[in-house]
Each structure stands twice: as structure tokens, then as C-alpha cells.
């Protein structure tokens, strides 16, 4: 899995938790929370979600790093070794 | 619905509905955030959760100035430390917090010691996967209870959860499943930090006479069971217009880290 295909599925279990908007035109720099109106229900639901499709865990202590679309690919790119698209 | 405040001069929590701004349009809210609270609302881009902070940021700034009403100005206003804990520019022993979901913003403030406050909806449905966030022992309350009442008891749990990490100063530190719920009567040496039912009862109805209950037989302790700098506070529910749950966290018996 690439960097694209992290980018797209992290869009794809967004567009489940805020369905009302576009992830895909999110700014993927700025806070999902500011773009898509998340709150913390909503983030932690975001984590789970992302986890348990890549079959990875994500200790609480990391969930700060996905609070952007940018840094949520980074990090799941870290941990999963993947190359860029 | 008008703005609803609940409790005594010491410790308050009142709620306004975000469609209304309690009063006045959200945009007119704007006004009454500050320079810094204009500031941060620029930055949210999403409408819905630019209005949530405005209203709620709107709501604490009042409750200050109400307690200080010989200051004026900046004085008056509330910042953000460095981990994003609301604190007023001249604290003066003022302790507070904010809270807003869909529809509704809430703000507390205690002149006795830290507080914390968190509100969802009643009608929530998406909470996240109870292995997530709940402690073994939660998880296993929460398996003997019929699974009619299981979500009204998740809710109960994410914000008393919330509320305690806000009013303990662990938001970022502690996790969720680093708290545990207990309720009174499960647990008759719980390290209570004061008198639990003091709490629930503090609560009455200003200007919307049944607006708000006091889930009296709710009120539960929480503690942190696996750190030995254990933290622990008293919470106490309210549903609000029957919509909402608030949780208010009070009485932190362990200082901050
Ligand atoms: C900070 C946190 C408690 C906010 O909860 P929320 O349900 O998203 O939002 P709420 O409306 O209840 O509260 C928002 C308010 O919390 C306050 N807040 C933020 N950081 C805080 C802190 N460190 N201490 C106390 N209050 C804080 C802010 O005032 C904010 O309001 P504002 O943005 O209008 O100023 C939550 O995001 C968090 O970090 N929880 C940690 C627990 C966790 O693991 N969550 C799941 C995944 S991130």
C-alpha cells in the first residue's frame, strides 16, 4: 500500500464519519476538526476505523499525530514502511 | 430554549442552544469572544464548527464578566494555555471549562477548586468501539447490563471521562481508558475527595424551570486505578431539555502533573 492508497483510505472512512462534507477537498494541511467539524467521539472513531482496516495498532499516545490528513498519512505510511505514491 | 444556569456563585455551568446564540445571532456572538477568540474563529473553516466555538466561547466570556463585573476589557477575557485548557487572562482563583456538540454549547466556572465540563448528545449513536476506550472492569459493568441501556450508559461514560480528563489537567496525558467510572455504589471506598451527593444536589433552574435535571442517583466517582499519582474527581450528570447529557467534573483530589 502507498502513500495514495493511505490518502484514499483515510478519505474513504472520513466521508463515513462526517458524511455531510467532502474529505477529498479537505485542506490537508489544517486540523480535520476545523475543516469537517470532527470532534473527539469523532477522531477516536477515525483511529479505530483506520486500525482495524490496516490491521495495525495505534497506541493512544500517537493519536495526536493524525489530527491532518498530511500527518495521518505520514504516520500510517511510517508504520506500515510504505513507499510514496 | 434560553441560556440555562445550573449551581451556586462558587460552581456553575450554564447552556446556551448554538442555532439561537442565546439571543443573538452567532455572528453578533463574535463580538463577545475577544480578539483571540476572533482570531481562532477565523481558522475554523467549517461553519457549524466555527458557531459551536463562538457560542461556547461567547458563553464562558459572559459567565467571567458576571463574576467580575468591576473589570472591563481584556481583562475579561479567556485564553488558551499551552495545551489548550481555557484559562481567564487574570485567573484570580476563577477555574473553567467549555463544552459544544450539535446543537448545544456548555461553559462552567468554579471559584473553589478545577472544574471540567463535557456534553453530548443524547441522540448519539456513533460512539466509538467500547474496547477503545473503556477499562476491563467498564467493559465487563457494561456487558451485565440489558443491551437496551448499554448506549444511555456509554454516553454517560465518554463524558465523564471527558469531563474528568478537562477538569484533571490530563487531556493529552492520561487516556480514556487511564480513567475508570465507578459508580457510588459499587465502590464504598472510593477515594472521594468530598461528599459526592453535595455535588448532584448543588443544582437548581434559574429561568427555564425544568430544563434541566439533576441525575442525582447518577453522581459517580472517578479515579485513575492504574497510576500510583492517581488523580480522582466527582462527577455529576445533567440532562439538559432531554437532548443532552452534561457531565460535570468537581472535587480533584490528586494536584495535576
Ligand atoms: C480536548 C478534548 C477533551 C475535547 O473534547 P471534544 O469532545 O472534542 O470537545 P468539547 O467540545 O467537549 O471540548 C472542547 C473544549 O475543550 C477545551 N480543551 C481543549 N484542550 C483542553 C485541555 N487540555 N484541558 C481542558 N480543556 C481543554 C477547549 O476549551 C475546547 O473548546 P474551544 O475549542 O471552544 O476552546 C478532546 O479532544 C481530547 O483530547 N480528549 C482526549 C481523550 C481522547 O483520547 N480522545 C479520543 C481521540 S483524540
Known amino acids: 500500500m502507498n502513500t495514495d492508497d493511505l490518502r484514499a483510505l483515510v478519505i474513504e472512512v472520513l466521508s463515513g464519519i462526517a458524511p455531510e462534507t467532502d474529505p477529498a477537498l479537505v485542506d490537508p494541511t489544517v486540523d480535520l476538526r476545523d475543516e469537517l467539524d470532527l470532534d473527539s467521539m469523532d477522531e477516536l472513531n477515525l483511529i479505530t476505523r483506520v486500525s482495524e482496516r490496516l490491521g495495525i495498532d495505534i497506541p493512544e499516545r500517537d493519536y495526536g499525530k493524525l489530527r491532518t490528513l498530511d500527518s495521518a498519512v505520514t504516520y500510517l505510511a511510517n508504520r506500515l514502511g510504505a513507499s510514496a505514491a | 430554549m434560553t441560556a440555562t444556569t445550573v449551581g451556586t456563585a462558587a460552581t456553575a455551568w450554564r447552556a446556551c442552544p448554538i442555532a439561537e446564540g442565546c439571543g443573538t445571532s452567532v455572528a453578533g456572538r463574535l463580538r463577545d469572544v475577544g480578539a483571540s477568540g476572533r482570531a481562532r474563529a ?3 473553516s467549517h461553519p457549524a464548527a466555527r458557531a459551536r466555538f463562538v457560542v461556547g466561547r461567547a458563553l464562558l466570556h459572559g459567565m467571567v464578566a458576571e463574576r467580575w463585573p468591576h473589570r472591563h476589557g481584556p481583562e475579561l477575557g479567556v ?4 495545551f489548550g485548557r481555557p ?4 485567573p484570580d482563583g476563577l477555574e473553567v471549562s467549555v463544552s459544544h ?3 448545544l454549547a456548555v461553559a462552567a466556572v468554579s471559584r473553589v477548586g478545577a472544574i471540567g465540563i463535557d456534553v453530548e ?3 448519539r449513536t456513533d460512539l466509538p468501539e467500547a474496547g477503545a476506550w473503556l477499562t476491563a472492569r467498564e467493559l465487563r459493568r457494561l456487558a451485565a447490563l440489558p443491551h437496551s441501556e448499554r448506549r444511555t450508559q456509554l454516553l454517560h ?3 465523564a471521562k471527558e469531563a474528568t480528563l478537562k477538569a484533571c489537567r490530563r487531556v493529552g496525558t492520561t487516556t480514556l481508558r487511564g480513567i475508570e467510572v465507578w459508580a457510588r455504589r459499587d465502590r464504598d471506598d472510593a477515594p472521594v475527595g468530598g461528599d459526592v451527593a453535595a455535588v448532584a444536589e448543588m443544582g437548581w433552574v434559574d429561568d427555564a424551570p425544568g430544563a434541566v435535571r439533576v441525575g442525582r442517583d447518577r453522581a459517580l466517582v472517578t479515579f485513575d486505578a ?3 499519582l492517581a488523580a480522582s474527581a466527582e462527577v455529576a450528570w445533567y440532562t439538559v431539555a432531554d437532548g443532552y447529557l452534561v457531565a460535570l467534573a468537581t472535587s480533584v483530589s490528586a494536584p495535576p502533573r
Not at chain 2, 485564553?79 to 499551552?82: F, K, Q, S, T, V
Not at chain 2, 484559562?87 to 487574570?90: E, K, R
Open chain 2, 87 to 90: 484559562q481567564p487572562i487574570a
Open chain 2, 79 to 82: 485564553e488558551l494555555d499551552a
Open chain 2, 101 to 103: 456538540t450539535h446543537g
Open chain 2, 42 to 44: 477565523a481558522e475554523i
Open chain 2, 226 to 228: 492504574t497510576d500510583p
Open chain 2, 157 to 159: 461514560l465518554w463524558v
Open chain 2, 121 to 123: 448528545s443524547l441522540a
